[in-house]
């Protein structure tokens, strides 16, 4: 007869109270299991970011074929007749039909080439130097959203119902019902024709980018005021959200004080929707990036981008869309991560 350890449950036993308690989970595999889990709800939301975009690209190539006119006839030399006009077309390829012509550019476009223009120009050479300058202006801008945003939502938030709270809300409110162009008027009529401090237009120097850091302030300005508007609002009703949590109304009971409560204990459950708020931003910011280099001469894809849809450039014209796109998608995707990590944490 085989000897038995004390302890270890006899040969061919099938009671499970005799095989003693369960292994607890290794740290190690509880982390690769919760990475795993992560990586895939990452993959997922990139997935459907990925396909709302090429979604929005096929509506701009339908968009632009809606349009009288085509590239063949915008971009057609003076006394050109109707036999030069329909072999230029036939060499744009603008005779195949619509999804071919999409369909051909989505499959170069995970390669990185995001074809040609109307006028022979490889795309991705007419935005190398535009896109960044267009970047660096939204950038600046959603930098100085986010830190006036945050700093005003805070203030308010601090003073519930008083005058400072109240005026910081009206003055939001008012500045996101500005539309950017009439906000970019109005700074060049006051900080240039009035007073004379600031260029009202923007000019390139020789690598392409504007002269003089000055020629930023008025377009930064156009872009941000109204999204500090909108971001203020947001973290102003994000942090009252948070003002009635039970963590919040303890820290407050414990004896702190009010900026300690706000920073400590009610912002950090507010940053989901904050940061949610901030990332819807962006694409308002690129969008209005356009509008903005154009009235203030700027030298990003907003002048492209106008040449490109009145000589019916589809090519360029999704190209402009699909590097707006991917910026705003990397953003959305840090906020989603922001949001994923908070909420984890608060668990």
Request: aromatic share 4%.
């Amino acid at each position: 007869m085989a000897a038995l350890t004390p302890g270890a449950p006899a040969a061919g036993s099938t009671d499970p109270a005799a095989a003693g308690p369960p292994v607890p989970p290794r740290p190690r595999d509880d982390f690769a299991r919760r990475a795993g889990r992560a990586a895939l709800r990452a993959g997922a939301v990139l997935l459907r970011r990925i396909l709302v975009l090429a979604a929005l690209l096929a509506v701009v190539f339908v968009a632009v074929e809606m349009l009288p006119g085509d590239a063949a006839t915008a971009t057609a030399e003076r006394g050109d007749g109707a036999a030069a006009i329909a072999a230029r077309r036939e060499h744009l390829g603008l005779d195949r039909p619509l999804w071919e012509r999409f369909a051909d550019w989505m499959t170069a476009l995970p390669t990185g080439d995001l074809g040609t223009s109307a006028r022979g120009e490889k795309v991705a050479d007419l935005l190398r130097d535009p896109f960044p300058n267009t970047l660096a202006l939204a950038g600046a801008a959603f930098a100085l959203t986010v830190a006036a945003s945050l700093a005003l939502g805070c203030l308010a938030a601090a003073r519930p119902g008083r005058r400072t709270d109240r005026m910081i809300g009206h003055t939001a409110t008012t500045a996101f019902a500005v539309p950017d162009f009439v906000l970019a008027t109005g700074l060049v009529l006051v900080l240039s024709l009035w007073t004379g401090l600031l260029p009202a237009v923007t000019v390139a120097d020789a690598s392409g980018k504007p002269a003089e850091w000055t020629m930023m302030i008025m377009p930064v300005l156009a872009l941000a005021v109204p999204q500090t508007g909108w971001n203020t609002r947001i973290v102003r009703g994000a942090l009252a959200d948070q003002a009635d949590a039970a963590h919040v109304e303890a820290a407050r009971l414990d004896g702190l004080s009010t900026t300690r409560v706000l920073l400590r204990h009610a912002l950090p459950g507010a940053l989901p929707v904050i940061a949610t708020g901030i990332a819807t931003s962006t694409g308002m910011l690129l969008g209005g990036a356009v509008v903005v280099e154009t009235l203030f001469n700027h030298p990003g894809i907003g002048t492209v981008l106008a040449g490109a849809v009145a000589g019916r450039d589809t090519t360029l014209i999704a190209g402009c869309v699909a590097l707006a796109g991917a910026a705003i998608t990397l953003v959305l995707l840090a906020a989603d991560l922001v949001r994923a990590k908070t909420v984890g944490a608060g668990r």
